[in-house]
């Protein structure tokens, strides 16, 4: 594929919004600087505001100053600024979609429209550009999480924009599915035998998915609170994780191939329901503590907190995939916020030997583990014993491990941020990197079943303080399984 993009209209509904500030027009800054947009492709500003263009311009440099954490190369910006164009537009006027009919090319660019906006908007959006006549069969639809908040409302979402576009025109995005180490999971499992012929029940013994964040609700409460973290982060980006690790071998590297192979994890999943629910899962919220040396508020005192609300800010779930290749391997999911890193990695952990030959001076020999570090410091370690040197009476055995972190072997300047590489993987029209409509309800249905225990169990959730590892529940979860989460 071409290194570039085609020509192409980037609309992005919701220009003035927290997203577009903080994530795409940084994003969009980094294509730019490394070459990699079409030399006549626009990025379109639609929003409610009153702007021009040039007012417009000011504020995006305004937010590449306050979020690029990046110097800004005044040629790059020079470039970028051409480039942008203001329209604005309610969105829940149609008749004022007519105005993008007259700054769009649609003969010499494809349009790829940017919903960066809440979905009850997405609706509107569809019939809008409907009405105004400027789609065809070179638009796109990026969709921006959260695709509804259960099966319902999701197909509801997914029923308004497929009223106007098809399924091949529609891009939803799951942030992660752009981040580098989960790309790599791929090649890691598909482009190296000792993973192909090692990755199933026979070897594995378990796996573990920590998704861990330092952040709080970051002034997020009134929508957190009616989601909680099974549904912000289990839902979409836990998910999709486990799918790359279960998946089998799609045919070939192209969007319809990977993401039926995914479906059929999502298919596989074994339901957890009020019969299961207390053996499978542990609810936790964060109380107040500290964190870096500093007291935090706990969740129900965070700024727009509004009484003594129950949802969950900490997950812990044992997953079983009901298919040949996963049989009695469970999976295990932790994910909370306020722990006391920001850390996301998963941990495959394969099975004990049959037979202990050092058992001399060994008495247990540990297993090997393979660990991805989707983020921070990007790599893959493979934990494997050997031999201490020298010449003492006995085989002495240490656990050693093998390093591979991205930053130093490939000596990147920097890792692209996953919207980068989302953005433009939408402009040169490559699904493979999105969720397909039936993931996201598979999803929904898996998740439905668990939120709905949870509503018919009426639990308080179990409360840990604010920098710990969450809930002891949590460690019971894999101990009464005989196993413990890797630190
Ligand atoms: C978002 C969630 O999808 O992902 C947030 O809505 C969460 O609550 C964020 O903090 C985490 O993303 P990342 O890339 O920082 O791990």
Redesign the pocket.
């Known amino acids: 594929m071409d290194n570039t993009t085609r020509a192409c209209d980037f609309v992005i509904f919701g220009a003035m919004g927290d997203l577009c500030r903080r994530k795409l027009i940084t994003s969009i800054y980094h294509l730019e600087r490394a070459k990699l947009l079409d030399d006549d492709s626009r990025i379109i500003g639609v929003a409610r505001r009153d702007e021009t263009t040039p007012s417009f311009i000011d504020k995006m440099l305004a937010s590449l100053k306050q979020f690029l954490n990046w110097d800004i190369e005044p040629e790059a910006w020079q470039r970028l600024a051409e480039r942008f164009i203001y329209v604005k537009i309610n969105l829940d006027k149609p008749d004022e979609y007519y105005q993008l009919h007259d700054v769009l090319d649609l003969e010499k660019r494809v349009t790829v429209n940017y919903f960066a906006v809440p979905p009850s908007a997405f609706g509107d959006i569809c019939k809008g550009l409907n009405d105004a006549k400027i789609i065809t069969e070179n638009t796109r639809v990026v969709l921006e999480?959260p695709i509804g908040h259960d099966f319902a409302s999701s197909v509801e979402i997914n029923d308004a924009v497929a009223a106007v576009f098809a399924e091949k025109q529609i891009y939803r995005i799951d942030?992660?599915l752009g981040?580098e180490t989960v790309q790599n999971l791929l090649a890691l499992r598909f482009a190296n035998s000792i993973f192909t012929t090692n990755w199933d029940h026979n070897t594995i013994d378990h796996v573990q998915i920590t998704?861990a964040?330092e952040?709080g609700i970051e002034g997020?409460w009134g929508y957190?609170d009616k989601s909680g973290q099974l549904r912000?982060?289990v839902q979409?980006?836990l998910l999709q994780i486990l799918t790359f690790i279960a998946m089998e071998p799609p045919v070939r590297l192209e969007s319809d191939s990977i993401r039926n192979e995914k479906l059929k994890v999502l298919k596989a999943l074994r339901p957890i329901t009020i019969d299961n629910i207390d053996s499978k899962t542990v609810r936790g919220q964060y109380t107040a503590g500290f964190l870096k040396g500093g007291p935090v508020p706990g969740y129900n005192e965070e700024k727009g907190a509004k009484g003594e609300s129950g949802t969950e800010t900490f997950v812990a779930l044992r997953v079983d995939i009901d298919n040949w290749r996963w049989a009695d391997v469970p999976f295990y999911l932790r994910t909370a916020?306020r722990m006391p890193t920001?850390l996301?990695e998963v941990v495959i952990v394969f099975k004990q030997l049959p037979h202990n030959i050092f058992g001399k001076s060994n008495r247990k020999l540990s297993p090997n583990k393979l660990i991805i570090r989707l983020?921070p410091h990007e790599g893959v370690e493979i934990m494997m014993l050997n031999k201490v040197p020298g010449i003492d009476e006995g085989v002495k055995l240490q656990q050693t491990m093998l390093d591979l972190s991205f930053s130093e072997v490939f000596k990147v300047e920097r890792i692209a941020d996953?919207y980068e590489r989302l953005i433009l993987e939408a402009m040169r029209g490559n699904q493979a990197l999105f969720i397909s409509r039936d993931e996201v309800e598979e999803a929904w249905t898996w998740i439905d079943s668990i939120q709905d225990a949870w509503a018919e169990l009426n639990e308080q959730p179990k409360f840990y303080p604010a920098g710990t590892w969450g809930p002891v529940a949590a460690v019971t979860l894999l101990a009464k399984d005989g196993r413990e989460w890797e630190e």
């Open positions: 999480k942030h992660y981040k998704v964040e952040v997020r957190f912000d982060m979409n980006h916020k920001k996301s983020q996953a």
